[in-house]
């Protein structure tokens, strides 16, 4: 199906474990983001891709990794999951000439027990 | 530190009334955004206005931005209660990067009731 998607929908992990998210897109959109979703803090960038092999942190980096080695796909990897980091994902997309309008994926709702 | 500030944080209606939204923000902007969350979903873009511009319209949704105050609205005229959902703004900042980077609000909840 066309668009964007995350998985998984719903991760249960562990403290201290290594926890990948997964963000596909069919649009071959150049910029990808990744935002984390947190009650009183709304929505804030974590990483950004602007094309394949290209990222750069954004607002809340730390304990996380990503890498984009194609266009389509963007994982972000909790390195060694923390309580803190329970929280809802998403990924989103957009391209070059849209003026920044961004496309969602519907999220990754991840617990860290 | 948030950009988009935005106020009300609830807003309760009925079907019918209009709602609006504010949002303010802190530096220059290349644009404003607004976008929609329903319950358990990912954003949906609703209208972006640029810097240059005073008033956008897209169906029932109004959006005016003032730089000069640094702050917009958006109203919704005749809410249904399908309208029901978080709004949220995002501003792209003037000057940086390529990239397309937004800083989102913390999102007012609009209730309507049927």
């Known amino acids: 199906d066309a668009g964007i998607t995350q998985s998984p929908r719903y991760k249960i992990t562990e403290t201290g474990r290594q926890v990948t998210l997964m963000c596909h897109q069919t649009?071959?959109?150049?910029?990808m983001f990744w935002y984390r979703q947190d009650l009183g803090h709304g929505l804030r960038l974590i990483y950004y891709?602007?094309?394949?092999?290209?990222?750069d942190k954004g607002e809340v980096p730390d304990g996380y990794v990503v890498s984009r080695s194609k266009t389509e796909n963007f994982p972000l990897t909790l390195e060694s999951a923390t309580r803190s980091q329970t929280s809802v994902y998403f990924c989103?997309?957009?391209?070059?000439?849209?003026?920044?309008?961004?496309?969602f994926g519907p999220g990754t709702r991840l617990t860290v027990t | 530190s948030q950009q988009g500030e935005e106020d009300p944080q609830a807003l309760s209606i009925q079907e019918g009334e209009n709602a609006t939204m504010n949002c303010s923000y802190k530096?220059?902007?290349?644009?404003l955004q607004w976008y929609r969350q329903n319950s358990g979903r990912g954003l949906v873009h609703l209208i972006l206005?640029?810097?240059?511009?005073r008033e956008k319209h897209s169906g029932r949704l109004r959006v005016t931005l003032d730089t000069s105050k640094k702050s917009s609205s958006l109203l919704i005229t005749a809410s249904r209660a399908a309208d029901t959902a978080s709004y949220f703004c995002a501003v792209l900042h003037a000057g940086g990067t390529s990239y397309g980077k937004l800083t989102f609000g913390q999102g007012t909840i609009l209730t309507v009731h049927p």
């Open positions: 530096t220059s902007i290349n644009n």
């Open positions: 206005i640029r810097s240059n511009e």
């Open positions: 649009w071959s959109h150049s910029y």
């Open positions: 989103a997309s957009n391209p070059r000439d849209r003026a920044y309008e961004q496309y």
């Open positions: 891709s602007a094309a394949a092999d290209i990222t």
